[in-house]
């Protein structure tokens, strides 16, 4: 039978060209998919939109997972799934994104409409004839929910979810009817009237009082110091988070979640703040600081190391999205960061105290130890050569794992791409963020940092990635295990059966598209094939095994698993 070919003229003004279009307005171009009965007829329809690419995953997680890194470039993602099966798969790489903050939209292909409402048994489900239990589950993970399964109701029910993704900031889940993309209605326009996001106004009156607060107590503040959060993005205040930080003359350090939203390029940036596990000197700064400002941060047990941040509640200034809490004193609602941020910049005094001395105790970071000839490389001198590879042509992405610690440690030059997924903290979550990040960011080379462990949960898009033409550099860290969960708690379930790693992708590749493939034992073997990569394979699917010893690892995650392990192993209260 020959596949259906759709003509974006035979859908004049129908349902499944109306979302493609949709998709098109605010700014997709790529849509992360794996085919189902439930949707086929809508990937007709997205296909048939002439500025639409429909990228075909090799399973629903990691359509998730690229529609997630997708949006961290874009601004916006989107994926397409079939009923249950499909919908249920992809529900933690969703759920991942809601805790980012990132408005990856989902779409899945439902039963027909006319099994709405009967005593129909349907295959996808799990046997009752009530097959909510897909919406049910996304109620948790997503800011709105649409299910679409009549025409009336349908172009308000898309653009509401749409517009509630990108005003909120989070994944949304639509539903669409497999018997409905094709059919005409008077509401589906042939171009859809733009909508227009409202922008978000502080309120004045509680903007100017948390601004005359904030200054007043800055400005009597010895050696105040600026730590950016992660919620930088989704505040969209990065720009006026640069005003603020010209016009304090403060040091400027980035809690490990906000690495890329904080220039470490500016003379007064002195690296991450993570508690125990600090950038050298940052820690000390920040903590002996009479007066911090903590931009758009998130406390969890990660980020403050197992909870065990010095940071003092009354010398603090907490600025949120849309709030302003000064110390243990008032609270501000309905301020929002960037402006808020803006109107204090011009209200500070400057003092460049703890800039000052910062710069008296600090001493150069070492640099590692030359290896021998033939010596087993070493994690610390991978990172060293991969610390070379970066420009602002490069985007690094982290996966969870003690490259969250390696790659925190690597100077990013000024518009680098930096991306890792702190919050959810998903083992595998990187592959298909890269396989997103990378068709978005087509400017940008991705060099993703993977270890073994997390690779073997979802390799299969490194196939994904061929087809699309990619040219990602992936260095492949071979330690025989989930290292980080060795660090947290040791025991037999954290040791993985050893892939030929190399091979399986030569397997994936199979002669079609380019790829490249690399064993490096040495730093002479790591010299030889980033030059490769970035040579003769320039334009090619880079792929470099590194194997390192099973105990290699940061110093930064002995000491945080052992700070996470407490915290996880606290006994219960008395009763």
């Known amino acids: 039978m020959e596949p259906a070919i759709v003509t974006p003229s035979a859908f004049h003004g129908t349902l499944g060209s109306h979302l493609a279009r949709r998709l098109v307005e605010v700014g997709v171009r790529d849509v992360f998919s794996v085919p189902g009965d439930f949707n086929l007829t809508l990937l007709d329809h997205l296909i048939a939109e002439p500025q639409l690419n429909l990228i075909g995953c090799c399973n629903e997680l990691n359509a998730g997972y690229a529609a997630d890194g997708y949006a961290r470039s874009k601004g916006i993602g989107a994926c397409v799934v079939t009923f249950t099966v499909g919908g249920l798969s992809i529900l933690n790489a969703i759920a991942g994104a809601y805790s980012e903050n990132l408005p990856v939209i989902c779409i899945a292909g439902g039963p027909n409409s006319n099994d709405y409402g009967t005593n129909r048994i349907l295959h996808h489900t799990i046997g009752l004839s009530d097959f909510s239990q897909e919406l049910r589950c996304f109620q948790t993970v997503t800011c709105f929910q649409a299910v679409v399964n009549n025409l009336e109701d349908a172009h308000e029910l898309i653009d509401t979810a749409i517009s509630t993704a990108l005003k909120e900031s989070k994944p949304v889940y639509i539903s669409i009817s497999c018997n409905l ?327 994936i590749h199979n002669g079609e598209g380019k790829c490249w493939t690399a064993k490096v034992r040495t730093e002479e073997e790591l010299t030889e094939a980033i030059a490769t990569a970035t040579g003769a394979e320039k334009d090619s699917l880079c792929f470099i095994e590194v194997f390192v010893h099973k105990d290699d690892t940061s110093k930064e995650l002995l000491e945080w698993g052992s700070r996470v392990a407490a915290a996880n192993s606290r006994p219960p209260n008395p009763q």
């Open 181 to 507: 993309p094709g059919i005409s209605h008077p509401t589906f326009a042939n171009d859809p009237v733009p909508f227009t996001i409202a922008p978000k106004l502080s309120n004045e009156e509680g903007l100017k009082a948390a601004v005359e607060a904030t200054a007043a107590f800055l400005n009597k503040a010895v050696k105040p110091v600026i730590v950016g959060g992660p919620k930088l993005r989704v505040a969209k205040a990065q720009h006026a988070f640069q005003e603020f930080v010209e016009a304090s003359g403060y040091p400027i350090a980035a809690m490990p979640s906000a690495k890329g939203f904080v220039t470490e390029q500016h003379p007064h940036f002195i690296g991450t703040y993570w508690g125990a596990v600090s950038t050298s000197f940052c820690g000390e700064i920040v903590e002996s600081a009479d007066a911090y400002v903590f931009v758009g941060p998130i406390f969890n047990d990660y980020s403050s190391v197992g909870y065990s941040l010095l940071i003092k509640k009354e010398k603090a200034i907490i600025v949120q999205p849309n709030r302003v809490t000064i110390a243990d004193g008032p609270s501000f609602g309905c301020v929002f960061m960037a402006d808020f941020l803006t109107a204090l910049s011009k209200k500070l005094k400057k003092n460049t105290t703890a800039v000052e001395n910062y710069r008296r105790i600090f001493v150069p970071q070492g640099i590692p130890l030359k290896l021998e000839k033939d010596e087993p490389i070493r994690v610390n001198v991978l990172f060293k050569h991969i610390q070379g590879l970066l420009s602002e042509d490069t985007a690094v992405i982290a996966e969870t794992g003690d490259s969250w610690f390696n790659c925190l440690k690597l100077r990013l030059p000024e518009n680098c791409g930096y991306e890792f997924q702190m919050q959810y903290g998903s083992i595998g979550w990187a592959v298909g963020a890269t396989l997103g990040y990378a068709q978005a960011a087509t400017d940008k080379r991705v060099i993703a940092c993977i270890g073994d462990g997390s690779f073997q949960v979802t390799a299969q898009d490194i196939s994904t990635m061929i087809r699309c033409g990619q040219k990602t550099i992936i260095f492949l860290i071979n330690n025989g295990g989930y290292t980080i969960e060795v660090e947290i708690h040791d025991g037999p379930y954290n040791v993985i059966k050893n892939w030929d790693y190399t091979r399986f992708v030569e397997a």
